[in-house]
């Protein structure tokens, strides 16, 4: 067992969600720093994670590991089919604010924003 699962494991009182074990064996394929880059958070956020003790939004911090590394396809009606949920998360976080005049950005930004997935980053 590795220094995080055992970190997780007291942490989460030995009732680790999956998703931590998923966070956590990422991290030690990889590095803290790599996998809190590809989450688009902080090293922090994902240390105060792994040991249960962020005080954000933990249910937002789930949604991106599962949809990073668990990777369910999506539906997807604007892009006509199925999408990796990672490609769907990076679409709503760009729905956040219209910084492009792109055809397609703009036609994500609407149709992201009009998807019951969508909620924006104060709501959750």
């Given at each position: 067992?590795?220094?995080?699962a055992?970190?997780?494991?007291?942490?989460?009182?030995?009732?680790?969600?999956?998703w931590?074990?998923?966070?956590?064996?990422?991290c030690?394929?990889?590095?803290?720093?790599?996998?809190?880059?590809?989450?688009?958070?902080?090293?922090?956020?994902?240390?105060?994670?792994?040991?249960?003790?962020y005080?954000?939004?933990?249910?937002?911090?789930?949604?991106?590991?599962r949809?990073t590394?668990?990777?369910?396809?999506?539906?997807?009606?604007?892009?006509?089919?199925?999408?990796?949920?990672?490609?769907?998360?990076?679409?709503?976080?760009?729905?956040?604010?219209?910084?492009?005049?792109?055809?397609?950005?703009?036609?994500?930004?609407?149709?992201?924003?009009?998807?019951?997935?969508?909620?924006?980053?104060?709501?959750?």
């Open positions: 067992m590795s220094n995080r055992i970190l997780a494991d007291d942490g989460w009182n030995g009732s680790v969600p999956d931590v074990t998923v966070l956590v064996t990422e030690d394929q990889s590095s803290q720093a790599t996998v809190a880059k590809k989450l688009d958070v902080s090293s922090a956020l994902v240390s105060q994670t792994i040991r249960n003790q005080k954000g939004n933990m249910g937002n911090v789930e949604t991106i590991v949809e590394f668990m990777n369910a396809p999506v539906q997807c009606g604007a892009l006509g089919g199925e999408i990796e949920s990672a490609t769907c998360l990076t679409w709503r976080r760009r729905a956040e604010n219209l910084t492009s005049s792109s055809p397609m950005r703009v036609m994500m930004f609407h149709a992201c924003r009009a998807c019951p997935k969508f909620k924006p980053e104060a709501e959750e």
